[in-house]
């Protein structure tokens, strides 16, 4: 098993920047593709970003593709997801996700989550 906590969501104002981070325990983290997704209220759950398990390779939707960035220290069982540009229409619980060997941009196949942190972007 691993353990996802989700830190840094807030209100800010749009155009502003949230940096997001996301800690892991329990198993090796450098064993795990790791992504962001968000959801909104009757939503289904969209893909942000992802990183392979190296932090080597990065995937991002076309929606955030340029204001934001995925990484990881896996010295310090750390994901990170830096947030510029922010707009309103970025509002959303934030999850982490992890899936073990490979990096996906699908939601559904994750096998691990965190609770998720609320983003409010203020027009």
């Known amino acids: 098993q691993v353990q996802l906590v989700e830190s840094g969501g807030g209100l800010v104002q749009a155009g502003g920047s949230l940096r997001l981070s996301c800690g892991a325990s329990?198993?090796?983290?450098?064993?795990?593709?790791m992504g962001w997704v968000r959801q909104t209220p009757g939503k289904a759950r969209e893909f942000v970003a992802a990183?392979?398990?190296?932090?080597?390779?990065?995937y991002y939707a076309d929606s955030v593709k340029g204001r934001f960035t995925i990484s990881r220290d896996n010295a310090k069982n750390t994901m990170f997801l830096q947030m510029n540009s922010l707009k309103p229409e970025d509002t959303a619980v934030y999850y982490c996700?992890?899936?073990?060997?490979?990096?996906?941009?699908?939601?559904?196949?994750?096998?691990?989550w965190g609770q998720g942190t609320q983003v409010t972007v203020s027009s």
């Open positions: 329990g198993r090796t983290f450098s064993n795990y593709g």
């Open positions: 990183i392979s398990s190296s932090g080597t390779r990065s």
């Open positions: 996700a992890a899936k073990e060997v490979v990096v996906t941009t699908t939601p559904v196949l994750y096998d691990y």
